[in-house]
């Protein structure tokens, strides 16, 4: 069966140190991976977009990977800062068109 | 960047009662909006793909009865919910755009 999974339901890190979060998926082929951030009671936010012929994608302090062997993605914040603690979302397009499938999210919460 | 509103924010019915979910893009043309559902710490469920001039096209489990979208001009989709019951309260989602998607506010729905 299809399914995009997310390596945690919650994570804690400290203040200025990297949050690492990771997206795994089975018996999808897409073109390309989001990453959407969301805070409580408000619609997602889009942030990177990555397609399957790149290994890499920056901006700012937000870094993605995609590594369509391993049928992986990893999210990085680097510097994390409190304002970062949201719920983080990866997203597959999914069929035709750019109808979009998510998975579980990961709540990041960075502490002081 | 591109901004898609939803209209009303939160709505309390009584049960029976049907209720009309609005969503705009505001600053550009969108022939394919989707309507998703979120429930309490979970994530997005893709409900429909709303088509301008044409009918929706509902995900497998999503009653088009109950569920009624209407996407009448190239900036405005609605899901009116019929016949509300207590197990359709959940935060009603839209979204439109390319690539990219862009995502409503989000209504919240209580249905008593």
């Known amino acids: 069966s299809q399914k995009i999974e997310q390596n945690s339901e919650a994570l804690n890190i400290q203040e200025g140190k990297t949050a690492t979060l990771t997206c795994n998926y089975t018996?999808?082929?897409?073109?390309?991976l989001q990453w959407y951030r969301q805070d409580p009671g408000r619609g997602p936010v889009f942030l990177l977009l990555i397609r399957e012929n790149e290994k890499e994608k920056r901006k700012e302090r937000l870094k993605v990977t995609f590594d369509t062997t391993l049928k992986q993605s990893l999210f990085h914040i680097t510097a994390s800062q409190p304002a970062d603690s949201a719920t983080y979302l990866c997203a597959l397009v999914t069929g035709g068109g750019n109808k979009l499938t998510f998975g579980t999210g990961t709540q990041l919460k960075v502490e002081l | 960047g591109a901004v898609v509103s939803q209209h009303p924010s939160w709505v309390i019915c009584k049960s029976g009662t049907s209720v009309k979910i609005e969503c705009r893009s505001l600053?550009?043309?969108?022939?394919?909006m989707f309507w998703y559902r979120q429930f309490p710490k979970q994530s997005l469920m893709l409900m429909a793909t709303s088509n301008e001039g044409s009918k929706a096209t509902y995900e497998q489990g999503v009653e088009k009865d109950k569920f009624l979208i209407n996407h009448a001009s190239l900036t405005l989709s609605t899901l009116t919910v019929t016949s509300a019951h207590p197990e359709d309260s959940s935060f009603y989602i839209c979204s439109a755009g390319l690539n990219t998607q862009y995502f409503g506010p989000g209504t919240r729905l209580t249905v008593l």
């Open positions: 600053d550009f043309q969108a022939t394919t």
């Open positions: 018996n999808y082929s897409p073109a390309y």
